[in-house]
C-alpha cells in the first residue's frame, strides 16, 4: 500500500539549518546519524513541536481497533500531517486508503507509492486530473477515488478526459447540506450527478459520500440532530442509486471526520449488511493519528470519560519566556507561525522540569513570533525569563503546515525527552 523503502529513504536525508529548531551539532549529519547520537529535546532551539512516540502508536491502535469493531473501513485524511512517515504506520495497522483534498498531495502520496487514494474533492484541474488518468492507465494496482457534486462537474471532468485515459475514474457523488461546505444540496440534484456519471464513457460511478463536520461544531442536541439528519440523508441518497441500478457490483459509502465518528457508525453502519449492491462504510477521520488538547479532545467520542479507549494528545509546544515586561504577563518565543490558533489557543501545561505552573495562566494572543501568557499578576517569580513552558495545542491540521520536520520524542512527561525520530511533511 505504501513504498516502505522510499519512506525509509526520508532517514538519510541530510540535516541543516534549513529545518527548525534543530540544533547546529545536527547540521551535516543525515536523520539517521544524528538520531544515533541519542539527542535530548533540551539540544533543539525553541520554539519547537514534538510529536510523543507512544501516544501516536496507541491512538493508530486505538483508531484501528473501532473501526475493525464498527465494521467500517478506514481511509485517514492524509493531509492532516502530509507525513508519510505516518501515513505508513496508519496502513501498516490496517487503513484501508489514505485520502487527500487536493491533486498536488496526490502526486505527493503516489511518490511515496500509496496504491489507494480518496480524493474527498473534486478534481477538475487540468493538469491535475490528466496526470492522474496517465498514472491510472501507467499502474494497473493504482486505484483512485474523487468527488462530484454537480453536472457541471461530471462534464468538465469528461471534457478535460476527452483524449486521455483508458481506465475510467471512480467518482463519488457528493451530497452536502445546507450552510455546509461543497456537495449536492438536495437529494434529486445528487441523483442527477449519479446519472451523468453513469452515462460518462470516462468515469465510473462510485459510491456516495460527503462531509458533516461542517454542519455542526459541538456535541449538543441541536449539533448532533443536524449531523444525523445529514447522515440519514446520505443513507437515503445511497438506497435511491441503488434501486434506481446505477451501481455495478459494489459502492462505497463515505463520511467521518475526526469529530461525529459514533454517529457515522450509528446512522450509516447498516448500509454494510443491507440487501442490495455489496457496500463498504468509509470512515476519512485524520486528526485522530495524533488528537489534541483542544478542540477534538472536547468533541471528539475518542476521548476520555466517552469510551474506556480514549485517544490522547500526541503534540506538543515548547517555547521560552523571552521577557517579563510587567506583572502578569510573560511573553514566549513562539507565535502564529509556529504553533496553531484557529479552533483555540495553546495551552500551558507545565515548566519543564518543574511541571508548576499557576492553573490560571493562560495564552490570551498570539503574533507572529511572540504568545502573551498571562499569570496572577502577584506571582511574580514565576516563569523567570529562560524558563521553557511546555504547551497544549488544538487542531492537528493547522501544527503539522508550519514544521517541514518534527521531532518524534519518547515521553512528553519525561523531564528530560530524549529525540527518538524526525517526521518529514510535504506541504
Known amino acids: 500500500m505504501i513504498d516502505a523503502d522510499a519512506v525509509e529513504g526520508l532517514d538519510q ?28 529535546l533540551s539540544e533543539f532551539t525553541t520554539p519547537v513541536l514534538t510529536l510523543d512516540r507512544a501516544r501516536i502508536a496507541s491512538n493508530i491502535s486505538v483508531m484501528a481497533d473501532w473501526t475493525a469493531r464498527a465494521g467500517l473501513l478506514l481511509a485517514p485524511h492524509g493531509k492532516t500531517s502530509m507525513a508519510p512517515q505516518l ?37 477538475v484541474d487540468p493538469v491535475a486530473l490528466t496526470w492522474i488518468a496517465d498514472e491510472l492507465d501507467s499502474h494497473p494496482s493504482f486505484e483512485f477515488y474523487c468527488w462530484a457534486d454537480s453536472v457541471a462537474t461530471v462534464c468538465e471532468m469528461d ?8 481506465r475510467p475514474i471512480a467518482v463519488v457523488v457528493e451530497l452536502g447540506g445546507h450552510h455546509g461546505r461543497t456537495g449536492a444540496r438536495t437529494i434529486d440534484e445528487a441523483t442527477e450527478v449519479a446519472r451523468s456519471i453513469d452515462a460518462s464513457s470516462r468515469l465510473t460511478l462510485a459510491g456516495v459520500g460527503g462531509y458533516e463536520g461542517a454542519l455542526s461544531h459541538d ?24 434501486a434506481e441500478g446505477l451501481y455495478s457490483e459494489h459502492a ?16 450509516l453502519g447498516s448500509l454494510a449488511t443491507d440487501i442490495g449492491v455489496r457496500t463498504d462504510i468509509v470512515l476519512r477521520s485524520g486528526a485522530y493519528v495524533v488528537h489534541d488538547d483542544g478542540f477534538y479532545a472536547h468533541i471528539s467520542p475518542l476521548t476520555a ?16 519566556t523571552v521577557s517579563r515586561p510587567e506583572p502578569g504577563l510573560a511573553l514566549l518565543d513562539a507565535g502564529k507561525r509556529d504553533f496553531p490558533f484557529d479552533e483555540g489557543m495553546p495551552v500551558p501545561q507545565c515548566i519543564r522540569g518543574t511541571e508548576i505552573l499557576d492553573p490560571d495562566a493562560e ?8 504568545a502573551f501568557l498571562r499569570l496572577p499578576a502577584e506571582d511574580t517569580a514565576a516563569l523567570p525569563v529562560g524558563s521553557v513552558v511546555r504547551l497544549g495545542l ?12 518534527v521531532p518524534v520524542i519518547d515521553d512528553a512527561d519525561s523531564d528530560e525527552p530524549r529525540v527518538v525520530g524526525l517526521v518529514h511533511t510535504f506541504f
Open 13 to 40: 536525508r541530510t540535516l541543516g539549518p534549513q529545518h527548525k529548531a534543530l540544533p547546529p551539532s545536527s547540521w551535516g549529519h543525515t536523520v539517521e546519524s544524528f538520531l544515533a547520537t541519542s539527542p535530548r
Open 87 to 123: 501515513w505508513k504506520q496508519q496502513l501498516d495497522a490496517g487503513s484501508w486508503a489514505i485520502t487527500l483534498a487536493t491533486g498536488w498531495q496526490v502526486q505527493a502520496a503516489r511518490a511515496f507509492g500509496v496504491e489507494r487514494i480518496l480524493l474527498a474533492n473534486a478534481e
Open 159 to 166: 471534457r478535460i478526459l476527452a483524449t486521455r485515459g483508458k
Open 219 to 242: 456535541r449538543s442536541d441541536s449539533g448532533l440532530q443536524a449531523v444525523r439528519t445529514y447522515l440519514d440523508k446520505l443513507a437515503d441518497l445511497h438506497h435511491v442509486l441503488d
Open 252 to 267: 462505497i459509502v463515505t463520511a467521518g471526520g475526526s469529530a461525529y465518528q459514533d454517529l457515522v457508525v450509528e446512522r
Open 305 to 320: 470519560g466517552r469510551t474506556d479507549a480514549p485517544l490522547t494528545s500526541a503534540m506538543h509546544g515548547w517555547a521560552r
Open 363 to 370: 495564552i490570551t494572543a498570539l503574533n507572529d513570533q511572540h
Open 394 to 405: 488544538s487542531h492537528p491540521c493547522t501544527a503539522f503546515d508550519k514544521w517541514r520536520l
